[in-house]
């Protein structure tokens, strides 16, 4: 069965860094476009960042263009979300996704949080 399960998620203070990592499992990884959501409380979950199989293209809300890298480890079956010079407005629930024979998949989240 397909699993994906997030880590690296934590308190940071503004204008710092964090990693986050999705390893997944049940699948055939290099074959499907992986995502990044977050989910803000009192928000709707939104899309962040998403790659494609090979990672050859990678797409980014214009909120975090420029701060926020995706990428992703076929061989490792792993996808990464690099975080910098993070805003109070990231803080979230961050969500890794794949979207697979019609049905979505969701990891179950790690909690972010920018504050000083």
């Known amino acids: 069965q397909v699993q994906l399960v997030e880590s690296g998620g934590g308190l940071v203070q503004p204008g710092g860094s964090l990693r986050l990592s999705c390893a997944a499992s049940?699948?055939?990884?290099?074959?499907?476009?992986m995502s990044w959501y977050r989910q803000a409380p009192g928000k709707e979950r939104e899309l962040v960042a998403t790659?494609?199989?090979?990672?050859?293209?990678?797409n980014y809300a214009d909120s975090v263009k420029g701060r926020f890298t995706i990428s992703r480890d076929n061989a490792k079956k792993t996808v990464y979300l690099q975080m910098s010079s993070l805003k109070p407005e990231d803080t979230a629930v961050y969500y890794c996704?794949?979207?697979?024979?019609?049905?979505?998949?969701w990891g179950q989240g790690t909690q972010v949080t920018v504050s000083s």
């Open positions: 049940g699948f055939t990884f290099s074959s499907y476009a």
């Open positions: 790659i494609t199989g090979t990672g050859g293209s990678t």
């Open positions: 996704y794949v979207r697979r024979t019609s049905r979505d998949y």
